[in-house]
């Protein structure tokens, strides 16, 4: 059985400096790290329209949280699925749920470079052994397991990522407090500094109920 540290060489090749991840020092959703009362949900722009495209024959959420393992985990589903049963995305639905805990998968490298996520989340690039100021986790590593899981390689098959933004209104707490910056200007430099093709949804508890009312098996990561 591979040991989670397994992933730190293989990010990056034999030779490298290991990728460190420890426990993370914000949690998801439900950690009490709620909005401010003036981050009222009703004021947002809800679009829930892609829960449609979830038409697939095998479906599945992945309440993601383990940034080392996970998106080898939800790479495995869809492998397995199109071994087996020759099934690729539409036919196949992959939905990564992200909360606060995994906030650093969602992040774009420009928020690296330009907030202390890698020093927050205890994330270190793998190249310097220093908090990393680019997101480790978007290409995936360069050997098996770890060849093809990551986000980019993920979404090209179909997987859908989410932001909760009860979490992200954490997250700008938490680094605001951090760096000496308003909450309300952290969150809205945090939102427009995801990933591209991540959603925001109202709430991370919300979407993993709705998932599975369109028939998503669920799976905690």
């Given at each position: 059985?591979?040991?989670?540290r397994g992933f730190l060489g293989a990010l990056m090749g034999a030779g490298a400096a290991p990728l460190l991840?420890g426990k993370s020092a914000l949690q998801s959703e439900s950690s009490g790290w709620w909005p401010p009362a003036?981050?009222?949900?009703?004021?947002?722009?809800?679009?829930?329209?892609?829960?449609?495209?979830?038409?697939?024959?095998?479906?599945?959420?992945?309440?993601?949280?383990?940034?080392?393992?996970?998106?080898?985990?939800?790479?495995?589903?869809?492998?397995?699925?199109?071994?087996?049963?020759?099934?690729?995305?539409?036919?196949?639905?992959?939905?990564?749920?992200?909360?606060?805990?995994?906030?650093?998968?969602?992040?774009?490298?420009?928020?690296?470079?330009?907030?202390?996520?890698?020093?927050?989340?205890?994330?270190?690039?793998?190249?310097?052994?220093?908090?990393?100021?680019?997101?480790?986790?978007?290409?995936?590593?360069?050997?098996?397991?770890?060849?093809?899981?990551?986000?980019?390689?993920l979404q090209a098959r179909g997987a859908i990522f989410w932001m909760c933004n009860n979490a992200l209104h954490?997250?700008?707490?938490?680094?605001?407090?951090?760096?000496?910056?308003?909450?309300?200007?952290?969150?809205?430099?945090?939102?427009?500094?995801?990933?591209?093709?991540?959603?925001?949804?109202?709430?991370?508890?919300?979407?993993?109920?709705?998932?599975?009312?369109?028939?998503?098996?669920?799976?905690?990561?």
């Amino acid at each position: 059985m591979l040991e989670r540290r397994g992933f730190l060489g293989a990010l990056m090749g034999a030779g490298a400096a290991p990728l460190l991840l420890g426990k993370s020092a914000l949690q998801s959703e439900s950690s009490g790290w709620w909005p401010p009362a003036s981050a009222g949900l009703a004021d947002e722009p809800w679009d829930m329209s892609w829960l449609d495209r979830l038409t697939g024959k095998h479906k599945q959420v992945f309440d993601f949280s383990d940034m080392d393992m996970g998106l080898v985990v939800v790479k495995n589903w869809l492998d397995a699925h199109e071994t087996v049963y020759g099934l690729k995305h539409p036919q196949v639905n992959a939905v990564v749920g992200i909360g606060g805990h995994a906030f650093p998968v969602n992040a774009s490298d420009e928020l690296y470079r330009k907030l202390p996520i890698g020093e927050l989340w205890k994330v270190n690039d793998p190249e310097s052994g220093k908090p990393a100021l680019r997101n480790v986790f978007l290409e995936g590593g360069k050997a098996p397991p770890y060849l093809g899981a990551g986000v980019r390689p993920l979404q090209a098959r179909g997987a859908i990522f989410w932001m909760c933004n009860n979490a992200l209104h954490g997250v700008a707490a938490r680094i605001g407090a951090v760096v000496k910056r308003p909450q309300p200007e952290l969150y809205a430099e945090l939102r427009a500094g995801l990933n591209p093709g991540v959603i925001v949804v109202p709430a991370h508890t919300m979407l993993i109920g709705l998932c599975q009312e369109r028939g998503c098996s669920y799976e905690a990561l």
